[in-house]
Each structure stands twice: as C-alpha cells, then as structure tokens.
C-alpha cells in the first residue's frame, strides 16, 4: 500500500523567510502527488500536483513543489512567507493498482506557523 | 462554480445515536469520496463512488457505517450506532473519473460524540 511522511508535524517560520516542508512517500510504480492546504474549519484546497510531467511543479500562492525520484520525494517550497500561509498542509499520494487507483493517501500533515 | 456542500456542519451526539452526513458534489463530478479525519491526522477515505456504484468501500467499517449515492448525485453517509472512537471530521469529495483529477473537497462534519 501506497504510504506519505510528513517530517515535521510544526514548522515556524517568519515572514519572508524560506518555507520548506517535507513529504516523503513510498511507492512501488511512479506515483501521483499532491499537495494540499487546509485552513481552519475549511476543507482541503489543492496547491499543487504531479502527474508525471515536469519535475518542478509551481502551484498557486507561490508555492511550488519537486519530485525526486532517487529520494523518494516531494517537498514543496515557498521563498518568501506570508502571514495568510498560514495553516496545515497535507501531502498525499494517489493509489496505483485496481480499485485503490482514485484513493488518495495522506500525510499526516504539517502544521505550518508563520511569525511576524 | 459551487463548491462541494455538506451539511450539518457540526453534529454533537450521545454513545449509540444514529447520524448522518449529506454531501452535494460539484456540478458534473460523477466521482464522489468520504474520508474521515481524525484529530492530528490526514483524512482516510472510506468509500469512493462512481456515479452509483461503490468501487472501493475497504475500508468503510461495514458493520456501523453504510453509504448511498442515489441516482448519483448526492450522497449520505450514516453511522449506526456511533460510538465515541467515531468523533472526527467528515470530508466529502468530488471529481471528474481519472485518478490525477483533483479531488475538491467540502467543508466537512464535524462530529462529536459523548
């Protein structure tokens, strides 16, 4: 089964600093991968995805995310942050065989604090 | 564009109710997904349709949740009886067939159980 790591369950960081977020997964074919967001009490907003294209990824609000193979990840970036990014931020991999191939498997996200 | 609705937004239940969740997908998605989330965690699916047919339900816990999507548009999810390791979060999602679509999600239930 497909499986997501999120390093780091807090990242702080301070506005227009650098915002790196880690995602690793596990898959045995090339995967599929997303990153969401989710503010409070709000559901999950797609940022970005791979689907096997470029391997540098741009998303919206900035944030861009890419796949290494060799590494088995996908971090994703931001250079400067802001207050409004604000938030939790979940990677996710999507099934890869039968009936699993529309599921999406999730990190257990990082919650992401960013200080004036 | 609406988005994906769901409603109650937050049901506050006893040990042993019933509950229910409805879903309303975005306009033209015939793929439709449950997840539960629970506190701290990513969200799991529980049960993806397509257009009426359930083509994944592993991991919905037959014995307490069912789920239908009649005449495959809108979808409800029901617990009986709840019991307290059900309190979560709720999500409904929503997506055109292939398997990179976008899952839009709602805003979810958030369900509490005492």
């Known amino acids: 089964a497909q499986s997501v790591t999120q390093l780091g369950s807090h990242v702080s960081v301070s506005e227009g600093a650098l915002v790196l977020l880690r995602c690793n997964y596990s898959s045995s074919v090339p995967p599929y991968l997303f990153w969401y967001v989710q503010y409070p009490n709000q559901g999950l907003q797609l940022l970005l995805k791979?689907?096997?294209?470029?391997?540098l990824v741009k998303g919206i609000n900035g944030f861009e995310a890419e796949f290494k193979k060799s590494e088995t990840s996908f971090h994703l970036t931001k250079p400067s942050a802001h207050m409004s990014d604000a938030a939790e931020y979940f990677c996710a991999v999507s099934g890869d065989r039968g009936s699993t191939l529309g599921r999406l498997y999730f990190g257990r996200g990082t919650q992401l604090t960013v200080w004036p | 564009e609406a988005g994906v609705v769901q409603s109650p937004r937050y049901k506050i239940i006893e040990k042993k109710q019933p509950v229910a969740f409805w879903c309303n997908p975005i306009?033209?998605?015939?793929?439709l997904y449950w997840y539960r989330q629970n506190l701290g965690q990513g969200p799991e699916l529980l049960i993806r349709?397509?257009?009426?047919?359930?083509?994944?339900d592993s991991q919905l816990p037959k014995d307490r949740f069912s789920a239908e999507r009649l005449k495959g548009v809108d979808s409800t999810l029901k617990i009986q009886p709840a019991e307290l390791g059900d309190s979560a979060v709720y999500l409904c999602?929503?997506?055109?067939?292939?398997?990179?679509?976008?899952?839009?999600f709602g805003p979810g239930t958030r369900l509490t159980v005492l």
């Open positions: 999602a929503s997506s055109f067939p292939r398997h990179t679509d976008t899952q839009y």
């Open positions: 791979y689907t096997s294209a470029a391997t």
């Open positions: 349709y397509e257009n009426e047919e359930a083509v994944d």
């Open positions: 306009s033209g998605h015939n793929t």
